[in-house]
């Protein structure tokens, strides 16, 4: 019955990401969070494509920006955001533990180290770097804190998540076998349900981006790219004013980032030690 299961879902998620990637080209959204909803579908299936269609696909032609500037969709795209970059560099780590035949502590340190990495450097520092005002060097700053209490909540969901249903699926450890795309399937969408959370607070902060649109001809308000902030209410305007800043200079966070930062911790050693604590109780 579960290999019936994880057929239907490496369909269905086949069908979601063809849909997905080729409806997404005329989406006027960013092209990173367009890549965004592609790899999120990848991990997810049906839901990354259920997702992209309710939070980011145009419902009518220059609908996008009013559409999009519902805070529940901001929080939306920075936590996909999250979760793709993230994403690639957790599920290299979770093959190269599996070749290595890493203990599972040592498994998360690696998943951990890759996944924030490439999520820090590449999706948010590198293809983000306009809202830094368009330098490299910059963006790291800006985006180390956000990037890492989202990733904490992400591991916070996968790791458990991951690790339990190793113990009931068949071939879970072996990269070779579907069912380990389907366990850390499983993992991230469960990651990107903890995480959302954390990712209300960054965006309603304004320590993190959400949605974007781009339309050909226009220009961001810091004069970087085609790409223009969600226009489409008061939520939208506060973003466009805090483009360009850095985190020194905006309004200081409720809660503060040092009691989030502390609750993200306490989230993920949380997350790791709930499979040791369900094989001992």
């Not at 839901?47 to 696909?57: E, K, P």
């Not at 190793?166 to 579907?178: I, M, Q, T």
């Not at 649109?213 to 805090?242: E, F, I, L, Q, Y």
């Not at 930062?261 to 790791?272: E, H, I, K, N, R």
Request: charged share 10%; proline share 6%; with cysteine.
């Amino acid at each position: 019955m579960l290999d019936g299961v994880m057929l239907l879902w490496f369909v269905l998620t086949a069908a979601a990401l063809l849909f997905v990637a080729i409806d997404i080209r005329s989406t006027p959204e960013s092209p990173v969070l367009k890549w965004g909803f592609i790899l999120v579908t990848a991990y997810t299936g049906v839901i990354g494509a259920f997702l992209y269609v309710l939070g980011c696909r145009e419902p009518l032609p220059g609908l996008h920006e009013r559409y999009t500037a519902a805070r529940w969709r901001q929080t939306l795209g920075s936590t996909m955001h999250c979760v793709a970059g993230d994403g690639i560099g957790i599920l290299v780590g979770a093959v190269l533990s599996a070749v290595l035949v890493l203990p599972q502590p040592a498994e998360t340190a690696v998943e951990y180290v890759l996944g924030f990495g490439f999520g820090w450097t590449i999706f948010q520092a590198l293809f983000m770097r306009n809202q830094a005002g368009g330098s490299y060097r910059k963006a790291p700053i800006d985006t180390f804190v956000p990037e890492l209490l989202s990733m904490n909540l992400l591991m916070a969901g996968m790791v458990p998540t991951a690790m339990i249903l190793r113990r009931f699926v068949a071939g879970a450890k072996n990269p070779a076998s579907p069912a380990f795309w389907f366990v850390m399937s499983m993992g991230l969408l469960a990651g990107f349900i903890i995480a959302y959370p954390m990712n209300w607070w960054l965006v309603a902060n304004h320590l993190k981006h959400g949605m974007m649109t781009v339309r050909p001809g226009a220009v961001t308000a810091n004069g970087h790219g085609r790409s223009t902030a969600a226009m489409g209410g008061d939520m939208a305007k506060s973003n466009r004013s805090m483009e360009g800043m850095s985190m020194a200079e905006r309004a200081p966070p409720r809660p503060s980032i040092p009691v989030m930062t502390v609750l993200s911790f306490a989230a993920l050693a949380a997350g790791v030690a709930i499979p040791s604590l369900l094989q001992h109780g």
